[in-house]
T-cell receptor, first 112, second 110 residues
């Protein structure tokens, strides 16, 4: 069965370190998204991509970057981790109709 | 995207129908109504969507008023596994981004 997987599921890192969160989908979807979820803020869009080599900023993109070199993967990089980036991160994908988005199980990131 | 208003929380007895309302009075003619839910600690899950006609699938029914300014998600026979946060989202066709509000926290009572 097709799926979307995130790794790692949990990570603790130090302030200032570069961190990359992986997202891999086997749906062959063109669209991929990264969200963060914090108490009191719900899910907020960080970056998204509509296809290979396409990337776009969401509402909370500062301090994050993504690259899309193939259809299956959209890694999220924190250039210099900050305590404010402690959060749960969700990756999602959908086809070009946008009818239904499929979400990964999330990555809990703690920056100390 | 149009803004939605949902109650913060609701309770429903197990086995009864759960009716979750959503107001979207500024919805545009090309915007669809989507429902997702998020069970504790998991990623959101798609439930159903519609434009103006009522829709039903294996999970739920979606009732959209004739003026499209509000809708109701119906879970016909709620179970404990339906305890989750339910998000009502409106967005234009072809716009693939989903903008989440704070949703309704539905608790199914045994």
């Amino acid at each position: 069965d097709a799926e979307i997987t995130q790794s790692p599921r949990h990570k603790i890192t130090e302030t200032g370190r570069q961190v990359t969160l992986a997202c891999h989908q086997t749906w062959n979807h063109n669209n991929m998204f990264w969200y963060r979820q914090d108490l009191g803020h719900g899910l907020r869009l960080i970056h998204y991509s509509y296809g290979v080599h396409d990337t776009n900023k969401g509402e909370v993109s500062d301090g994050y970057s993504v690259s899309r070199s193939n259809t299956e993967d959209l890694p999220l990089t924190l250039e210099s981790a900050a305590s404010s980036q402690t959060s749960v991160y969700f990756c999602a994908s959908s086809d070009q109709t946008g009818r239904e988005a499929f979400f990964g199980q999330g990555t809990r990131l703690t920056v100390v | 995207d149009a803004k939605t208003t949902q109650p913060t929380s609701m309770d429903c007895a197990e086995g009864r129908a759960a009716n979750l309302p959503c107001n979207h009075s500024t919805i545009s003619g090309n915007e669809y109504v989507y429902w997702y839910r998020q069970i504790h600690s998991q990623g959101p899950q798609y439930i159903i969507h519609g434009l103006k006609n009522n829709e039903t699938n294996e999970m739920a029914s979606l009732i959209i008023t004739e003026d499209r300014k509000s809708s109701t998600l119906i879970l016909p026979h709620a179970t404990l596994r339906d305890t989750a946060v339910y998000y009502c989202i409106v967005r234009p066709f072809g716009n693939e981004k989903l903008t989440f509000g704070t949703g309704t926290r539905l608790t199914i009572i045994p």
